[in-house]
């Protein structure tokens, strides 16, 4: 019986090392991963993003009683990371964004029409990430980070008038922005995680416009506001 005993121990403690030693050697494998430099990911985004667009809400649309106004609209996209140092990982993405308002029935130039304005926005980022380490718990992994993005804005108004042909005035132009980040990330599958994301974005763009006179004149809009997506990415 006690031999029976020793024997059972024994075992226990072979098996009890074996466990310790595997974790022990998982952990170094993980870190060495962090560590190790290059490719991290590469993934899919897609999402919400709502820029205040001061100047026109506020402004144009009221001004000319128009009846609706920008509030949002999806955004997606495309990214890969690289491992720098651990827990510290650098990205670059891109993303398109595009939202279109409709004024309803307004009054131009004494006659009863309707205007519409799109508006797009192609950004390059570049972002700085780091592990919050401190407040990762199960398999979820949180991250924080800041960024830059560089917009690439074309706006596009067509003057609808009855009985006349249709005026369309475009414009383009570039702008840099920024970003405050926080995500979470959590493994779907071997090599496939998935998350959430979310930006808040900091900045503006001149938007040129000609008054009454036809004098043109430069108006600030801003770029400002949250953005917030869902992220898949492929873990290599």
């Avoid at 075992?11 to 050697?25: E, K, N, P, T, W």
């Avoid at 651990?86 to 309707?114: C, D, H, M, P």
């Avoid at 700085?128 to 960024?147: Q, V």
Wanted: net charge positive.
């Amino acid at each position: 019986m006690k031999t029976t005993v020793k024997i059972s121990l024994t075992i226990i403690c072979f098996m009890v090392c074996g466990i310790f030693i595997s974790l022990q050697a998982q952990e170094k494998a993980d870190t060495a991963q962090q560590t190790k430099f290059g490719i991290r990911t590469a993934g899919l985004t897609a999402g919400w993003y709502k820029p205040s667009m001061n100047y026109w809400n506020d402004t144009y649309f009221k001004d000319n009683g128009w009846d609706n106004k920008f509030i949002g609209s999806v955004y997606y996209g495309a990214f890969f990371e690289v491992n720098i140092i651990k827990n510290f990982r650098a990205r670059v993405g891109f993303s398109y964004w595009k939202e279109t308002v409709k004024s309803g029935e307004i009054q131009i130039g004494g006659l009863l029409g309707n205007e519409k304005l799109a508006v797009s926005l192609n950004s390059i980022s570049i972002d700085a990430l780091y592990n919050l380490k401190f407040l990762a718990f199960e398999k979820f992994k949180l991250y924080g980070g800041i960024g830059g993005n560089f917009v690439f804005i074309q706006d596009k108004l067509t003057r609808i008038l009855p009985d006349l042909q249709d005026e369309t005035i475009k414009k383009q132009g570039q702008d840099v922005t920024g970003s405050i980040i926080l995500g979470i990330e959590r493994p779907i599958l071997k090599h496939l995680s998935a998350g959430i994301e979310f930006n808040y974005i900091l900045g503006k763009y001149i938007q040129k416009v000609n008054d009454q006179l036809g004098n043109s004149q430069n108006k600030d809009v801003s770029l400002s506001g949250p953005k917030i997506g869902i992220n898949i990415s492929c873990v290599f």
